[in-house]
Nanobody, 118 residues
């Protein structure tokens, strides 16, 4: 059973930075597609970034965060990170980590970590 635990959220002023972590059980982070989503109040869940360990650590970003957020992974720690810079109030959301064998099939989800930008 795969478990994902997010951390690193919090409250920050506009222009600040946060780094989110997603700790995965076992060796998930090294063999899976790891992704980040976010959901703001009253809005639909939005995919924002992925790193595909089975595709040479290929990364991809939503246009809304490209150049602002960076996804990376540490296989030794089975952890995926999301570095978020120059945060804006519209980045306020619950951020979720999700994983699966394929980027188009993500059955494993964390509980989320709240990011609030004021």
């Amino acid at each position: 059973h795969v478990q994902l635990v997010e951390s690193g959220g919090g409250s920050v002023q506009a222009g600040g930075s946060l780094r989110l972590s997603c700790a995965a059980s076992g060796s998930v982070a090294s063999g899976y597609c790891m992704t980040w989503f976010r959901q703001a109040p009253g809005k639909e869940r939005e995919w924002i970034a992925l790193i595909d360990a089975d595709d040479g650590s290929r990364t991809n970003y939503a246009e809304s965060v490209k150049g602002q957020f960076t996804i990376s992974h540490d296989n030794a720690r089975s952890t995926v990170y999301l570095q978020m810079n120059t945060l804006k109030p519209e980045d306020t959301a619950m951020y979720y980590c999700a994983a699966g064998s394929f980027c188009t099939d993500l059955p494993y989800w964390g509980q989320g970590t709240q990011v609030t930008v004021s």
